[in-house]
């Protein structure tokens, strides 16, 4: 009798066990978003018009009324290592069930991290090979404010740099190595990380480094006061604009057009600083100093190249040539004496200032 | 020789160095003129398009409303004071014409010093009737004599509300825009970020349907209580005329006539204040002539004022646009970042109407960088650490805010999805101008869901949570809002930002008695209210059945009896049929 029990009882075990075996969480989750978009496409095939475009709702609709359920996941560059308790290919199964892309595109900008390439757990945490929630939610940064709080020391920004790095595809060129670096105008949060202002280096480092920054203050680097000046600048439309504003200005977004400030300073050679200055601001400064020692050092021809390179100015030359005026906007500190050296009345003769309208 | 040298150095240093400042001088004053120009054409900056002209700045006398409820309703007459690029009419009658007749235009002091002399009075005080008075102002008013090519003696009524009386104008800041157009273009900066600002307050005013709906139904006097703030549009909210003194717009009483109270308690909680105190002490002795980028915190101000905070734009410069620093959007759009159980998850709801149609990020790289901002505003007299700590404790004690509101719509919600709010939502009133709002917005502003949930409903669709929820507080249907919808609109509207602005203004005990506590007792009536309202359904319902039951047993019985009686008339009929045949 005892034996006829428990095998009942074991074979209902084993039936609810294949049974949740065959039907995994994460089918519930394609299946309703599977469901959904067949009754979007309804909807837009009840609207549409065009024979074409009904036949292609049509085709869409077929499919999406016999889905495939199937585990999806992104191939990641690079291993797991022993270390971590993981081995193997690295994978991110996440869209398995997060699988509404439009959905996720809406809350990501992933203009410099497309998710086919980065995965997610680089920037959330949590273990992307699980497919069960409890699992891969497992330590997981859900939002921007989590993923700031991470941010205790330097180790944990170096971790998430070198992980970006080791993600990133390599370029064909083997003399480029992509290292930990290259992304450290990335904040914790895979954002571009924002430029703090020199005015905020300078409460501390007016006194701090002085030679360096009396240096600074003293010679060039403002430029872009004479450029604001330059008849070109002010007669060039936006696209003409850009080029300049690209090197004599900090913090220069070449998709947004905006700049943090006006001519060189500090953040334009040393990156910027929300990270550096978090770190000093609240008073781990040791840390700090861990983060200003990433990238500036060993790599300055990297940092001085993209702007002091041959013929950057060669659009102005193309500019005067077309539309006339004098040359002296090419050599400004030729200029100063020769300015200085008239008086009034021939200054009007002259006429300082090429016009150019 | 040397010295020869060192003299033709010394000799040209000062040429040279005088030669530069001309040629700023040179160019600020182009840069002055292309300031000028985009003053001057303040409303076509601001206001691009036909449609936006229709609603907000073509003038339509008192015959029309503004925005696009405009033929629903009609402005109170005051209203041509508080708009009146969109409302302004000028006197008319027989008696004024005469008036007219007999006295030239240039008389008008003449006369006003009799009918008006508070305005004579405080213009004769003004650094308009005397530009020149000391050194600071005949500089700027140089600057100012050379953008307009005129030689300014004084800056009489004409200069400001036209020539004479037939051409009679209010001011707007479009013609202050002309003489100072630096500080106009730096206002309309504002307008970037969209609302709240001062410059979209009229549109803040007259867009949300429930202004003409209360004129539908016949209570338009009771919203000129919003215009005497939202009339924000214009320079002499904070330099009153027709004084227009800089000294007064740098005080914080400037703004406090208008940021206080219920949603908004700033003159509160920064008044009361340790900040506020230490100004109520010593503010009277401080420079007030002194230009904000040349106080010096400690020194000029031993506190700040709410200029001095909020009018930075970072690196030491200072300028009209206190929304530009802005995260929290004065508290009432969600963030994202917390992890919502109720209908806020799911927020804007496909609305695409600005500025219902975003999640805030507080941790976006513009927002981080406005926080840096901040942080750097408030080092100026604080610790860094400090100053980073406090602000991060604003945000994480706002994002607590958010989560008990949270918590709040969650149990709102569970109500109205049961429709037990007392009255059946069916039989309610209208959520404001609900019948006709699918229709005038579309689905394409309004999201699929919520124009379906209009259209099929007929405009009686339960509102609650942020920015559309508050329709409760300016609006009285019948039985629309009921209490726990009023009681959730006035905790997130009033309670949580008591909360809010007490802590960003440092006044602990508005942050806590009148501010979070609130929030929590309001969370616990909330959910007190709703089980109530559940248990009241019930009871409905038992009735319900119960009632049915007995019209079910009546009506049984009815029909149990006719059954029998027909049974009774059919047998004794079949046995009279019967007979017969015997």
């Given at each position: 009798?005892?034996?006829?029990?428990?095998?009942?009882?074991?074979?209902?075990?084993?039936?609810?066990?294949?049974?949740?075996?065959?039907?995994?969480?994460?089918?519930?989750?394609?299946?309703?978003?599977?469901?959904?978009?067949?009754?979007?496409?309804?909807?837009?095939?009840?609207?549409?018009?065009?024979?074409?475009?009904?036949?292609?709702?049509?085709?869409?609709?077929?499919?999406?009324?016999?889905?495939?359920?199937?585990?999806?996941?992104?191939?990641?560059?690079?291993?797991?290592?022993?270390?971590?308790?993981?081995?193997?290919?690295?994978?991110?199964?996440?869209?398995?069930?997060?699988?509404?892309?439009?959905?996720?595109?809406?809350?990501?900008?992933?203009?410099?991290?497309?998710?086919?390439?980065?995965?997610?757990?680089?920037?959330?945490?949590?273990?992307?090979?699980?497919?069960?929630?409890?699992?891969?939610?497992?330590?997981?940064?859900?939002?921007?404010?989590?993923?700031?709080?991470?941010?205790?020391?330097?180790?944990?920004?170096?971790?998430?740099?070198?992980?970006?790095?080791?993600?990133?595809?390599?370029?064909?060129?083997?003399?480029?190595?992509?290292?930990?670096?290259?992304?450290?105008?990335?904040?914790?949060?895979?954002?571009?990380?924002?430029y703090?202002?020199s005015?905020?280096?300078?409460?501390?480092?007016?006194?701090?480094?002085?030679?360096h920054v009396e240096r600074w203050q003293r010679i060039k680097f403002k430029t872009f006061e004479r450029v604001k000046e330059a008849p070109d600048y002010i007669a060039g439309d936006d696209k003409y604009r850009k080029t300049c504003l690209k090197c004599h200005t900090t913090g220069y977004d070449e998709?947004?057009g905006t700049y943090s400030e006006e001519g060189v300073t500090c953040e334009a050679c040393h990156?910027?600083?929300?990270?550096?200055?978090?770190?000093?601001?609240?008073?781990?400064?040791?840390?700090?100093?861990?983060?200003?020692?990433?990238?500036?050092?060993?790599?300055p021809y990297n940092i001085c190249g993209p702007c002091h390179h041959t013929r950057g100015h060669e659009m102005r030359l193309k500019f005067f040539q077309e539309k006339g005026g004098s040359d002296e906007w090419f050599f400004p500190q030729h200029t100063a004496p020769y300015k200085a050296g008239l008086t009034d009345s021939n200054k009007a003769e002259h006429g300082v200032l090429p016009k150019i309208y | 020789?040397?010295?020869?040298k060192?003299?033709a150095i010394m000799f040209a240093a000062p040429l040279m160095w005088s030669m530069l400042a001309g040629g700023v001088q040179a160019q600020s004053e182009m840069e002055l003129k292309e300031l000028?120009?985009?003053?001057?054409?303040?409303?076509?900056?601001?206001?691009?398009?036909?449609?936006?002209?229709?609603?907000?700045?073509?003038?339509?006398?008192?015959?029309?409303?503004?925005?696009?409820?405009?033929?629903?309703?009609?402005?109170?007459?005051?209203?041509?004071?508080?708009?009146?690029?969109?409302?302004?009419?000028?006197?008319?009658?027989?008696?004024?014409?005469?008036?007219?007749?007999?006295?030239?235009?240039?008389?008008?002091?003449?006369?006003?010093?009799?009918?008006?002399?508070?305005?004579?009075?405080?213009?004769?005080?003004?650094?308009?009737?005397?530009?020149?008075?000391?050194?600071?102002?005949?500089?700027?008013?140089?600057?100012?004599?050379?953008?307009?090519?005129?030689?300014?003696?004084?800056?009489?009524?004409?200069?400001?509300?036209?020539?004479?009386?037939?051409?009679?104008?209010?001011?707007?800041?479009?013609?202050?825009?002309?003489?100072?157009?630096?500080?106009?273009?730096?206002?309309?900066?504002?307008?970037?970020?969209?609302?709240?600002?001062?410059?979209?307050?009229?549109?803040?005013?007259?867009?949300?349907?429930?202004?003409?709906?209360?004129?539908?139904?016949?209570?338009?006097?009771?919203?000129?209580?919003?215009?005497?703030?939202?009339?924000?549009?214009?320079?002499?909210?904070?330099?009153?005329?027709?004084?227009?003194?800089?000294?007064?717009?740098?005080?914080?009483?400037?703004?406090?006539?208008?940021?206080?109270?219920?949603?908004?308690?700033?003159?509160?909680?920064?008044?009361?204040?340790?900040?506020?105190?230490?100004?109520?002490?010593?503010?009277?002795?401080?420079?007030?002539?002194?230009?904000?980028?040349?106080?010096?915190?400690?020194?000029?101000?031993?506190?700040?004022?709410?200029?001095?905070?909020?009018?930075?734009?970072?690196?030491?410069?200072?300028?009209?646009?206190?929304?530009?620093?802005?995260?929290?959007?004065?508290?009432?759009?969600?963030?994202?970042?917390?992890?919502?159980?109720?209908?806020?998850?799911?927020?804007?709801?496909?609305?695409?109407?600005?500025?219902?149609?975003?999640?805030?990020?507080?941790?976006?790289?513009?927002?981080?960088?406005?926080?840096?901002?901040?942080?750097?505003?408030?080092?100026?007299?604080?610790?860094?650490?400090?100053?980073?700590?406090?602000?991060?404790?604003?945000?994480?004690?706002?994002?607590?805010?958010?989560?008990?509101?949270?918590?709040?719509?969650?149990?709102?919600?569970?109500?109205?999805?049961?429709?037990?709010?007392?009255?059946?939502?069916?039989?309610?009133?209208?959520?404001?101008?609900?019948?006709?709002?699918?229709?005038?917005?579309?689905?394409?502003?309004?999201?699929?869901?919520?124009?379906?949930?209009?259209?099929?409903?007929?405009?009686?669709?339960?509102?609650?949570?942020?920015?559309?929820?508050?329709?409760?507080?300016?609006?009285?249907?019948?039985?629309?809002?009921?209490?726990?919808?009023?009681?959730?609109?006035?905790?997130?509207?009033?309670?949580?930002?008591?909360?809010?602005?007490?802590?960003?203004?440092?006044?602990?005990?508005?942050?806590?008695?009148?501010?979070?506590?609130?929030?929590?007792?309001?969370?616990?009536?909330?959910?007190?209210?709703?089980?109530?309202?559940?248990?009241?359904?019930?009871?409905?319902?038992?009735?319900?059945?119960?009632?049915?039951?007995?019209?079910?047993?009546?009506?049984?019985?009815?029909?149990?009896?006719?059954?029998?009686?027909?049974?009774?008339?059919?047998?004794?009929?079949?046995?009279?049929?019967?007979?017969?045949?015997?």
């Amino acid at each position: 009798m005892i034996f006829f029990v428990l095998s009942a009882l074991f074979l209902i075990i084993s039936a609810m066990w294949i049974r949740e075996e065959f039907n995994p969480e994460w089918v519930k989750h394609q299946k309703e978003y599977y469901e959904k978009q067949a009754i979007k496409v309804e909807h837009e095939l009840s609207s549409a018009s065009s024979v074409k475009e009904k036949e292609l709702l049509e085709k869409r609709l077929q499919s999406l009324k016999r889905p495939i359920y199937e585990v999806k996941q992104i191939l990641l560059k690079g291993d797991y290592s022993w270390a971590k308790r993981q081995n193997g290919d690295k994978v991110d199964r996440c869209m398995t069930c997060h699988i509404d892309e439009g959905k996720l595109k809406d809350f990501h900008n992933t203009r410099d991290f497309p998710f086919d390439i980065y995965g997610c757990t680089v920037c959330h945490g949590g273990n992307g090979r699980a497919l069960g929630e409890e699992k891969a939610h497992e330590g997981i940064y859900y939002h921007k404010r989590q993923m700031q709080l991470r941010m205790v020391n330097a180790d944990v920004v170096f971790g998430f740099w070198s992980e970006l790095a080791t993600l990133t595809p390599e370029e064909s060129d083997p003399n480029q190595r992509i290292e930990m670096g290259d992304f450290r105008k990335y904040s914790i949060t895979g954002d571009k990380a924002i430029y703090v202002g020199s005015k905020k280096c300078m409460k501390c480092h007016t006194g701090l480094t002085s030679p360096h920054v009396e240096r600074w203050q003293r010679i060039k680097f403002k430029t872009f006061e004479r450029v604001k000046e330059a008849p070109d600048y002010i007669a060039g439309d936006d696209k003409y604009r850009k080029t300049c504003l690209k090197c004599h200005t900090t913090g220069y977004d070449e998709v947004t057009g905006t700049y943090s400030e006006e001519g060189v300073t500090c953040e334009a050679c040393h990156g910027p600083g929300e990270i550096f200055s978090y770190f000093m601001d609240i008073g781990h400064a040791p840390e700090g100093q861990k983060i200003a020692k990433v990238g500036t050092f060993g790599t300055p021809y990297n940092i001085c190249g993209p702007c002091h390179h041959t013929r950057g100015h060669e659009m102005r030359l193309k500019f005067f040539q077309e539309k006339g005026g004098s040359d002296e906007w090419f050599f400004p500190q030729h200029t100063a004496p020769y300015k200085a050296g008239l008086t009034d009345s021939n200054k009007a003769e002259h006429g300082v200032l090429p016009k150019i309208y | 020789m040397k010295l020869f040298k060192l003299g033709a150095i010394m000799f040209a240093a000062p040429l040279m160095w005088s030669m530069l400042a001309g040629g700023v001088q040179a160019q600020s004053e182009m840069e002055l003129k292309e300031l000028q120009k985009k003053a001057t054409s303040y409303y076509d900056i601001l206001y691009p398009n036909d449609t936006l002209k229709d609603w907000l700045v073509n003038n339509v006398g008192l015959e029309k409303g503004a925005g696009p409820w405009q033929n629903l309703y009609k402005p109170v007459p005051l209203q041509m004071y508080w708009f009146p690029i969109r409302h302004y009419t000028k006197p008319d009658g027989v008696y004024y014409d005469q008036l007219l007749e007999k006295y030239k235009p240039t008389d008008c002091i003449k006369c006003h010093e009799e009918v008006t002399p508070g305005f004579v009075n405080d213009w004769r005080d003004s650094t308009h009737a005397n530009p020149k008075k000391n050194s600071r102002f005949a500089e700027k008013t140089q600057q100012i004599e050379k953008l307009i090519g005129r030689e300014l003696k004084e800056v009489t009524c004409s200069d400001c509300h036209g020539k004479d009386h037939k051409e009679l104008r209010m001011p707007t800041p479009d013609i202050c825009g002309e003489c100072h157009p630096q500080q106009t273009t730096e206002f309309m900066g504002e307008a970037e970020r969209g609302r709240p600002n001062h410059i979209e307050s009229l549109a803040a005013n007259v867009i949300p349907p429930w202004y003409p709906e209360m004129f539908k139904r016949g209570y338009p006097a009771a919203q000129f209580g919003c215009d005497l703030c939202h009339a924000a549009d214009r320079c002499n909210i904070c330099h009153s005329r027709h004084k227009f003194a800089a000294a007064e717009g740098r005080r914080p009483e400037a703004c406090m006539s208008c940021h206080m109270g219920f949603d908004h308690p700033d003159a509160e909680t920064y008044g009361e204040s340790k900040m506020g105190y230490i100004y109520h002490m010593e503010g009277e002795h401080w420079d007030w002539e002194k230009p904000l980028a040349e106080v010096v915190p400690g020194k000029d101000y031993r506190t700040p004022t709410c200029q001095f905070c909020h009018f930075d734009q970072g690196n030491g410069t200072f300028a009209h646009n206190p929304v530009k620093k802005g995260v929290w959007r004065m508290g009432t759009v969600p963030p994202t970042g917390v992890d919502y159980k109720s209908s806020i998850k799911d927020y804007p709801f496909g609305i695409n109407l600005p500025p219902l149609n975003y999640k805030l990020d507080v941790y976006s790289p513009d927002n981080k960088k406005r926080s840096e901002q901040w942080i750097a505003v408030c080092s100026k007299c604080h610790s860094p650490r400090f100053a980073r700590l406090y602000r991060e404790n604003l945000d994480n004690f706002m994002f607590e805010m958010w989560r008990l509101q949270d918590v709040a719509q969650a149990t709102v919600d569970e109500v109205v999805s049961l429709d037990a709010l007392g009255v059946p939502i069916k039989e309610r009133d209208i959520f404001p101008l609900g019948d006709i709002l699918a229709d005038a917005l579309g689905p394409g502003l309004l999201g699929d869901a919520v124009y379906k949930a209009f259209k099929t409903t007929g405009g009686k669709v339960p509102v609650i949570g942020p920015i559309l929820g508050l329709y409760g507080l300016f609006y009285t249907g019948k039985n629309n809002p009921s209490e726990i919808e009023l009681d959730y609109a006035r905790m997130w509207f009033g309670d949580k930002l008591h909360a809010y602005k007490g802590v960003a203004h440092g006044q602990q005990d508005i942050a806590w008695w009148y501010g979070a506590a609130k929030v929590y007792q309001e969370v616990n009536r909330l959910q007190s209210e709703a089980v109530n309202l559940k248990k009241l359904k019930k009871l409905d319902e038992l009735l319900e059945s119960k009632k049915r039951k007995g019209i079910a047993g009546i009506l049984g019985s009815v029909i149990g009896i006719v059954v029998v009686l027909m049974f009774g008339v059919a047998v004794w009929k079949k046995k009279r049929d019967s007979k017969p045949q015997h």
